[in-house]
């Protein structure tokens, strides 16, 4: 049920954005009310809910663009409520859920289904993203007019799981979303060139006798899309861009003025190709994971902005569907409560990236994407209390049967990694601390 803001919480000693020192925070009413130094703060509202935050990082709650939480249709594998569980572990308060569920969600009653459910459930703002076209056929365009006027306000649409391919729908598709400012994000891959493709096309699946998924693939479809996107004035976004390619077709779409933004996986950040010979199903993915030169150029590329946020591709499968043969694998992989960890290794631990700069690419700039006005707010009085703590020493293990999604095929089973949020704050309520989801 979503709960009443009537209630005040008051985090102590946490520093924001990581930076300076320890303050704490008054939240009322779901808003921030007082930002004060350690201690200041000594007579509380009443019923007021108490946190120590023990000197971790205080950041905006995180936003993720890109979950599949599978209802309905798919519910043994993730629900509305798990995913939400997952996300409020993870250190999310908002989540876009693609629409290649069972049915899809191509029309405006599904979509309003969906919205109130994640109202209901409570724990993460739950934001359906509506296919760009009926039952991701690639043929005719969906109801996206409605499904944006609705009680869900869909601004964000993608036929993800799938390319849409022909360039006169994808044209048409543009020029519709642009009349209302949606965007259309692609999920880029030209078909014809990964027919029964399996792993990325270099050198290790060569060796491996796997059949490969050419990084043209990609670029070919994003490439036309940037024109397309130009002559129709439209917002375009690239889903899950995997290649060092595709970072070079941004910046050169960027220097023609197209509107385009871009997402990239923890998973493409961290993994490549040096994993295919575990043959472990877990890591079959779409796109797939490339090479280490690609990890490098997608890493470079979030540090200077031109991939602008993270998205998990959140896609939770059954043991059935991952472990088996490589081949007969589904493609997707667990994302929700290990990306904030996984950035803190790749980007923050490295000293690539600051917890500010984190803030900018899992909470800030996702919001601002998608049009989330309460969302990736600054942390200063008056603001939405939209939060999440996180502690960059917490040390631990992934384990895929203690996660809160229902499947399990996280491709970090056994891992070791450092930070973890550790407080997610949905408008004033608590929804996790340490671990356990508050519902
Ligand atoms: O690996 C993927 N899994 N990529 C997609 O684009 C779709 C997703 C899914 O739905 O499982
Ligand atoms: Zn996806």
Known sequence: MQKDTMTSLLIRHVRPYGEGDTVDVLVEDGCISRITPCGEITSLPDNCDEYDGK?????????????????????????????????ARGGFTAVLTMP????????????EMIWSKGQEIGLCDVYPVGSITVGLQGKELSEMGLMNKGKAHVRWFS???????NPLVMRRALEYA?????????????DRLTEGAIAHEGPMAAKLGMKRWPRAAEE????????????????????HASTKGTVELLKWARTQGVTITAEVTP????????????????YRVNPPLREDSDNEALQ?????????????????????????EFAKAANGMLGLETSLAILAQVMVETGRMTWRDIARVMSERPAELVGLSDQGRPLAVGEPANLTVID????????????????????????????????????????????????
């Open 159 to 165: 036929d993800d799981g799938k390319c849409v391919n």
């Open 178 to 190: 642009a009349g209302f400012g949606a965007t259309i994000a692609q999920h880029a891959e030209e």
């Open 100 to 111: 290649n569920t069972k049915p899809v969600i191509d029309n405006n009653n599904l979509a």
């Open 300 to 324: 470079q590329a979030l540090v200077d902005g031109v991939i602008d946020c993270v998205a998990t591709d959140h896609a939770p499968h059954g043991s059935e569907e991952t472990c088996c």
């Open 220 to 239: 070919s479809i994003v490439a036309r899309d940037i024109l397309l996107a130009r002559d129709a004035h439209a917002r375009i976004h690239v889903c």
């Open 55 to 87: 000197g971790n990082v205080l950041l905006p709650g995180l936003v993720d663009i890109h979950v599949h939480l599978r209802e309905p249709g798919r519910e043994g594998t993730e629900t509305i409520a798990s995913g939400s569980a997952a996300a």
């Open 267 to 282: 998973h493409h950040l961290l993994l490549n190709d040096s994993v295919l010979p575990t043959y472990n199903g877990v």
């Open 392 to 439: 960059p020493d917490a040390g631990w293990k992934v384990h895929g049967e203690e996660l809160a999604s229902i499947a399990s095929n996280t491709p970090y089973e056994g891992m070791e990694f450092r930070a973890r949020p550790v407080l997610t704050v949905l408008r004033g309520h608590v929804t996790a601390r340490d671990g356990v989801v508050e519902f």
